[in-house]
């Protein structure tokens, strides 16, 4: 009988920030390597953050997040708990339900269900006037149909993701409508095609500043916004990040 062969040992690196125990970063590793023991595909790298947030007002202030490059593709969990063990224990769940869902659909074309967004970090409230865009992240699009940039979205565990459609080379997002539980899709400058098994959302991509996006956002109530740059005519996204403030996601320049 042929025996499944554990793949080679990988180097799990541990980043921290606040005041994470010492001995946490073992734990997490301990638990990490037990669900890459299930895994017989190589396993280039991976990284685990632990963070703990000061804030009093958080329920669940320890946050886990681990990264896995997967023979090449990046598969992303993160959890929030209210004690550091307990955020790596659901991280181990996450982590091994999430390879195994980006495996399954490797095979199998199909993505079932995302959940546990229950153990998502909690967002600390802060007041209008004190939001700033604390991170900005720019980088060229991946240009990709609608279905690919759905299991980028789920392999890691995102909110939304900004792509270029690959048919109609429209900057582009993907989402999972909280209602529902479904995909969703929209482009900008377009009306985005119909996509089997996608909805398709039927408001137009507003073209804004980033100041008035971001007063569309704090109006809205809605966990980000996807518009179109009136400075580049790209497709943009600002989004609420879980510390209070925004974070802005836009395209390199051609």
Do not use: C
């Not at 989402?175 to 996608?198: C, I, M, N």
Request: net charge neutral.
């Amino acid at each position: 009988m042929t025996q499944l062969q554990s793949p080679p040992a990988v180097e799990i690196t541990v980043a921290t920030r606040g005041a994470v125990s010492l001995a946490a970063p073992d734990y997490a590793r301990e638990k990490v390597e037990a669900v890459l023991r299930r895994i017989h595909e190589p396993v280039l790298a991976v990284r685990v953050k632990l963070t703990q947030e000061p804030h009093h007002s958080v329920v669940r202030p320890s946050v886990a997040q681990a990264v896995v490059d997967l023979n090449g593709r990046p598969v992303r969990a993160q959890v929030a708990a209210a004690t550091m063990q307990e955020a790596v224990d659901r991280l181990q769940d996450r982590l091994g339900t999430k390879l195994a869902k980006v495996r399954q659909r490797h095979h199998t074309g199909a993505w079932v269900g995302r959940g546990g967004e229950e153990h998502s970090p909690q967002h600390v409230e802060r007041a209008a006037e004190e939001r700033r865009i604390v991170r900005h992240k720019t980088y060229g699009l991946a240009r990709q149909s609608a279905w690919a940039a759905v299991l980028d979205l789920e392999a890691m565990d995102y909110a939304f993701h900004l792509f270029t459609d690959a048919g109609s080379g429209a900057d582009s997002v993907v989402y999972r409508d909280t209602r529902t539980g479904t995909h969703r899709l929209a482009s900008a400058g377009a009306t985005a095609e119909p996509v089997p098994g996608l909805t398709v959302s039927p408001a137009a991509v507003p073209e804004l500043t980033t100041d008035g996006a971001a007063e569309r956002l704090d109006l809205s109530g809605l966990p980000f916004v996807f518009f179109t740059d009136t400075a580049t005519g790209r497709g943009n996204v600002l989004y609420h990040r879980y510390d209070g403030h925004y974070g802005l996601i836009t395209p390199v320049r051609d």
